[in-house]
């Protein structure tokens, strides 16, 4: 079962998550491979896209917020966009859609930031019509403009360029799972400074775990292999053990109000060339179909609806 963990150091201005997706991200992997007119992404793709899912459910899971959390990598090289999405209630799904196939075993700078023109932007979309979204866009480099290598790194830079916030993250993914370790620098006393040397320490301790030990240790293990002497409170209860799940908002009512948002003319075109209208969703892999008759009660129906989002 996928899972989440959150702790502090006591009386130290630090604070930490553990999760490790295993159902949830190997539906999102089996349901790509199910495709028939995609197939499976090649391992280093699927690879970036697991870490980018891991460190967005952290993200989500470190704010209070209703809403939804969205990830969009997007850039100039095999990969053209990488989505990772993740509600309040830490229901996930993401996906990549590819411009060509990678070459080869590639780091970040391969996949999708080749030119260096890659960015990206993390949105806050609320559930309340009453509160706005917000979105913060960097680039993928660092502050010497060195393309970052990783999905860590390149998410450590955005948190400390957009919301000036120190982190340290350590990310894996394979077949089975996709993992993460997050540690972040909180104010004390007003300041960021408080607590520099103890957070370099436990830093230095995330960073020594391995990609397995990630993936494969009991998080009790875990936590005792790298912080066993240092003063970690774990936290418990109801409200700390929500567990990640894989959940797709695509249905047949958000597919016919993107239809209908297209319009008659532009979807009649569409069934006299091809015999009928297939939509298939980006994220789970669902295909809707409708034929003349479909169409023909979809604008008579008089009906409106709300566009849908990530469909294609």
Not at 136 to 162: H, T
Not at 251 to 263: N, Y
């Amino acid at each position: 079962m996928s899972e989440l963990h959150k702790f502090i150091f006591d009386g130290l201005p630090i604070r930490g998550q553990f999760v490790r997706l295993t159902g949830a991200w190997q539906t999102v992997l089996e349901r790509r491979a199910a495709n028939t007119q995609t197939g499976a992404w090649p391992a280093d793709v699927s690879t970036a896209l697991g870490e980018m899912t891991a460190a967005a459910v952290m993200l989500q899971a470190g704010i209070k917020f209703d809403g939804r959390l969205s990830m969009q990598i997007a850039g100039d090289g095999p990969v053209s966009l990488m989505v990772a999405e993740v509600d309040s209630q830490l229901r996930l799904r993401s996906t990549v859609s590819l411009a060509e196939q990678p070459s080869g075993d590639e780091t970040l700078p391969g996949l999708v930031n080749a030119g260096g023109s890659g960015r990206c932007a993390i949105t806050l979309d609320p559930d309340s019509a009453r509160r706005q979204s917000y979105q913060g866009i960097v680039p993928l480099v660092d502050e010497s403009g060195r393309k970052l290598p990783r999905i860590a790194p390149m998410i450590e830079s955005y948190m400390m360029q957009s919301e000036q916030l120190e982190t340290t993250l350590v990310l894996a993914a394979g077949s089975q799972a996709a993992a993460g370790l997050m540690l972040q620098k909180m104010p004390r006393d007003g300041t960021l400074k408080a607590g520099d040397e103890d957070f370099s320490r436990l830093s230095i301790l995330a960073r020594s775990l391995k990609n397995q030990e990630l993936l494969e240790l009991d998080t009790e293990t875990l936590l005792h292999r790298l912080f066993w002497n240092e003063p970690l409170l774990r936290f418990t209860g109801p409200e700390h053990e929500r567990v990640p799940s894989f959940h797709c908002q695509c249905s047949r009512e958000r597919v016919t109000a993107m239809l209908q948002g297209l319009g008659k003319d532009e979807v009649d075109d569409i069934l006299r060339d091809r015999g009928e209208v297939e939509v298939g969703c980006e994220f789970c892999g669902r295909q809707e179909r409708f034929d003349k008759v479909d169409i023909a009660q979809l604008f008579q129906s008089g009906s409106q609806h709300s566009p849908p989002d990530n469909i294609q």
